[in-house]
């Protein structure tokens, strides 16, 4: 059965850093292009960063600089790190699986809480 688990989201105070994990398992993970999305309350759930089966990475603007994602296909694990963390950053961070191109292949996790406060 296709599982991904976030972990990692808490509390951290403005220019802080945290890094979120996503332990995927249940297909073949270097396989599929990894990406992670946000959600504030209120808003539409927005792209965040995506990395591809071969490496490739790109961030939305609003994060560029800050954040970096990669991926450990040994482990089955995404990551997404998170440097000079800000209050906008408050979202509810998801974790998904996806192969660009072939219909009906996309996996999403249950999402892990990130409060940028001071």
């Known amino acids: 059965q296709v599982q991904l688990v976030e972990s990692g989201g808490g509390l951290v105070q403005p220019g802080g850093s945290l890094r979120l994990s996503c332990a995927a398992s249940g297909f073949t993970f270097r396989l599929y292009a990894m990406s992670w999305y946000r959600q504030a309350p209120g808003k539409e759930r927005e792209l965040v960063a995506v990395?591809?089966?071969?490496?490739?990475?790109n961030y939305a603007d609003s994060v560029k600089g800050r954040f970096a994602i990669s991926r450990d296909n040994a482990k089955n694990t995404v990551y997404l790190q998170m440097n000079s963390l800000k209050p906008e950053d408050t979202a509810v961070y998801y974790c998904?699986?996806?192969?660009?191109?072939?219909?009906?292949?996309?996996?999403w996790g249950q999402g892990t809480q990130v409060t940028v406060s001071s």
């Open positions: 998904n699986a996806f192969r660009p191109l072939v219909v009906g292949t996309i996996y």
């Open positions: 990395i591809t089966s071969v490496g490739s990475t």
